[in-house]
């Protein structure tokens, strides 16, 4: 039986001495090459605050400019409850329930 000692690429796996690795050009980017080497929950996490920073950019603008809408004014929640209670909707646990009109005829 013949041994046969194994020994990884110098420069990890997809390497070898007279190229460099896959996917990564010579004097390449230095930043992408510096993510490259932070932790993957680190660059998500970043990520995921980045995006959501830059999607509430727009929202935020359109807040500034104009109120709360008219959905969440009180007289129109009052209506909204009342159209629910009359057409008996979620009438186990929700609006028509008797514990949800017991609460509110204790009002």
Known sequence: MVKVWYEPPPYGPGTSLNRPAYGQQAGGAQLIQQL???PQ??????A????????????MIRESRQ?????????????QRAYMRYHNMNPIFGISSKEARAADEAH
């Open 48 to 59: 995921i605050v980045t995006f959501s920073a830059i999607a509430y950019i727009p929202i």
């Open 36 to 38: 490259s080497r932070r």
């Open 41 to 46: 929950g680190m660059l998500i996490a970043g």
């Open 67 to 79: 109120g709360l809408p008219f959905t969440l004014s009180p007289e129109y929640m009052a209506a």
